[in-house]
């Protein structure tokens, strides 16, 4: 019998020779694609739509010395078939007869990569995992399902690469996880294209990157749809878009739109902030109801006959009968200035007919001409009035009159005033719109024309967002489908969501799969115990995630010393930024100015992360304001007064979900500094 190693030994010689084998094959399809001419094309047109899908494949089907082309190998041994042997890697590699060569992750047959388990073997006598350093194969590991392990087994020699992986010290920004989906993971990324799944998760349970790796299957499974269409994904903030861009253009997916919900919904300079309680009032849905009435009551019902002067004859269509046009355009359920559009063509048609009644033979082109003309023009504007976004809701924040009328019963009178501006902006152009409004410039905008839905959306940290936002979203994907992910608990707006019921229902997908992620791959035992202590406060019923990670973290709390908190603050940095890995330092937004001056008058090299903007360079220390750790992770974090980051919410609840926030950002530990006391559930007892 073969000694382990030996065994080991050899079949990683076998595998390293397949993995030269597959290069070679890339290589060759690269050269084919290369070798192909565009201007052979059957037009210039054609040419150029070849010579620019040529450039993509070819840029697909470059080889990175530096990973390897695959990272796992599945034995497949049908009942029904002859047994076959997979690897599996980020793309398809076939040699010159068309055979497969290394699978792609996102093709069928590499579900049971994924999913197969010794109770559900679906037929995989063998899953491979594999090892790699700088794009050499380095270990393997092997299970054996649906049987018995062979006495002979090759083993990886202690360590298992699937937990390595899990354990790697993150540096970058976010990587794949294509080689490590869990089962549970994988149902989600491999949902149908016409399923929304909604996913709440605990920190770290790896709902950011289940949203990415399933833009990618679908984008895969469903290419051609989809390419038409388009997939979106929206984040919280700049810096996280940062955190998360690079992933899916690793796994080749480069026509992938990243959007946060500001961007999204850029309706102009956002010049104003304002109450949180006006701005949840704004976010509230029965403000869809009061701006479809605002647009719709600007009809104006005629009281005067439409009168056009052709030549010497004048052609009138009677108030009576615009009025009938008016009613059928506004019932047929499109949009305000879409049924605008076909008025003058309806009133020109009325015209036409009484020519004809007077004898006349008037054809098309004079339909057209009466349709253009100033009479119908000025008339259309009197009884169908052109409206814009900033109009209508302009006059609705100024006019108290306009407001009530908008508002019906929906709104009481105290909501009302608390809608109203106190100073009038003179202008809708001079109008100093709040993010709030934005949500709501958006929906006149829809109510005015009809938003087009892409096929896809990955709606992350949905938790977040007001109804109003989420209808925004959801009309963006009113055709299509979307991914919802965030977590109840993590809610830090004073409009989050309560029940993913209604988020969905706001989002307009009533139809959906609801999943309960709950294994953290982020957050170490130590930690997410500690963190977990806020629950029962902020998101009774929620549990915790049950840490996946081997190392059991750190947690070190450090009162500050007589020299303040800033300068406790500067030594925890030394200490955690002494060994490689990233470090995030979390503070109070209002003291993120002064920490990092202390850093810089202390030599401490350090990069800053903000709302609007990631950072640029590489940096091992990044001073992160709370309000924008959302969706991050660094190996070590320092939270800088947490009792301070909790109080700049406006409520309590709120204040402890951001500080949950702040305290689930850690890889692998979490040192807090403080120097007023903390919040009295994170106390040390
Ligand atoms: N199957 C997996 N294999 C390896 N790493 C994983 C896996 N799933 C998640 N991770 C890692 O765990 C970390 C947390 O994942 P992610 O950011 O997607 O979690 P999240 O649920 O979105 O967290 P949060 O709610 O805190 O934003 C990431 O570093 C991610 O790469």
Redesign the pocket.
Known sequence: MRSPDHGLDSELAREQAYLDDAREQLARMRRLAESLDASKASDAISGEVLGWVLARRIASLQDDPRTTLFFGRIDVDPADGPAEQFHIGRRHVTDEAGDPVVVDWRAPISTAFYRASPLEPMDVVLRRRFGADRGRLTALEDEHLGGPAPSDEANAGGGSI?AA??ERP?TGP????V????PE?DEIVRSDVAVSVC?Q????????????HRAAWLLYSFRERLDRSGVLVVGPNRAFLDH?GAVLPSLGEVRVAHATIETLLDHGRVRADEPAEVATLKGDERLATVLRRAVWSSLVRPSEALVVPRGVRKWRVPAYEVAEIVDELAARGVRYSAARDLLPQRLAHHVLLEMERAGDAPDDRVQDAVARSAAVRAYVSTVWPALDPAGVLHRLWSDAAALREAAGDDLTDAEQSMLLWDKPARTKGSARWSRADMALLDEVEDLLRREPSLGHVVL??AQDLSPMQLRAVGRRCSTGSVTV???IA?GTTPWATASWGDAMRHLGKDEHDLVV?DR????PAVVIEYAARLLPLMAPGLGAPVSVRDNPGRLDIRPAGDDGVLAEAVRAVRTASSTAGSVGVIAPDALVDALSTALTATDVSHGRLDRDHGDDEDHQVEVVPASVA????FDRTVVVEPAAIAAAEPDERTGLRRLY?VL??A?SELTIVHAEPLPEALSPS
Do not use: N, Y
Request: glycine residues 16%; neutral net charge; charged residues 25%.
């Open positions: 699937l992986e899990i993150r976010m990587r794949d996880i080689s490590t989906i869990q993971q996913v998760g605990a920190p770290g349970t790896g709902k950011t990157a289940v949203g990415l998360i992350d940290e992910l965030g977590d993590q992620l953290g791959f982020r957050v959302k969706g991050l992770e926030v689930t950002r890889v």
